[in-house]
């Protein structure tokens, strides 16, 4: 007798992936509504985050590893993009 798992399997991703959705959605609220720019930053990151938890779990669920590399140069720039935000606001404290 061959048990079919696939069904079964799908069920936790489309959970997995229900819960990064409304986790990017709150992400975005945040970034929209930020009272300052630090908190804005903070969200926008955590939104690339969020992306990438996306496409891990596509990449699970499907076995396409080809998307690995779009979530490592998201990672990359998300990573860049922080680091120059915190030299910004470290030479923009010096100068005030």
């Known amino acids: 007798m061959i048990l079919?798992?696939?069904g079964w399997l799908?069920?936790?991703f489309n959970i997995i992936s229900a819960m990064l959705v409304v986790a990017l959605m709150l992400?975005?609220?945040?970034l929209v509504r930020?009272?300052?720019l630090p908190?804005?930053?903070?969200a926008l990151d955590l939104i690339t985050l969020e992306v990438m938890g996306?496409?891990?779990v596509f990449i699970v669920a499907t076995n396409q590893?080809?998307?690995l590399d779009a979530a490592i140069v998201l990672a990359i720039i998300s990573f860049v993009g922080?680091?120059?935000?915190?030299?910004?606001l470290e030479r923009r404290g010096q100068y005030e």
Do not use: C
């Open 27 to 30: 992400a975005f609220v945040r």
């Open 82 to 88: 922080t680091v120059a935000f915190a030299r910004y």
């Open 4 to 6: 079919n798992f696939a």
């Open 54 to 56: 996306l496409i891990s």
């Open 34 to 36: 930020g009272p300052s």
């Open 65 to 67: 590893p080809l998307f």
């Open 10 to 12: 799908m069920n936790p």
């Open 39 to 42: 908190d804005r930053v903070v």
